[in-house]
Nanobody, 120 residues
Framework: QVQLVESGGGLVQPGGSLRLSCAAS????????MGWYRQAPGKQRELVAV???????NCADSVKGRFTISRDNAKNTVYLQMNSLKPEDTAVYYC??????????????WGQGTQVTVSS
């Protein structure tokens, strides 16, 4: 079983910054990808950014140039640095991690979500 612990959400003014963290633990043999999704009220969950084990990244057009995803492979942790935040970035942010367990089973696990609110 794999667990994810997210942290770093909160309330910030427009133009401000936040850093989200997500640490994976449990029966992990290999992590293939780590990413962040978000869901605003009344909207579908959408991809924000994802990073592979090799360091390749992909992010939504709406956050390019403002958000940066990175990971610490030794700590099985992914980070999302969010700068120049806008009110439309307000959402619950979910960590999503996929990989392989020590018993050769694949997993794709979601975090519990962390609220990010951008408001003056």
């Amino acid at each position: 079983q794999v667990q994810l612990v997210e942290s770093g959400g909160g309330l910030v003014q427009p133009g401000g910054s936040l850093r989200l963290s997500c640490a994976a633990s449990g029966n992990i043999f290999r992590i293939y990808f780590m990413g962040w999704y978000r869901q605003a009220p009344g909207k579908q969950r959408e991809l924000v950014a994802v990073i592979t084990s090799g360091g390749d990244t992909n992010c939504a057009d709406s956050v390019k140039g403002r958000f940066t995803i990175s990971r610490d492979n030794a700590k099985n942790t992914v980070y999302l640095q969010m700068n120049s935040l806008k009110p439309e970035d307000t959402a619950v942010y979910y960590c999503h991690v996929g990989g392989e367990t020590g018993t050769s089973n694949t997993f794709a696990t979601w975090g519990q979500g962390t609220q990010v609110t951008v408001s003056s």
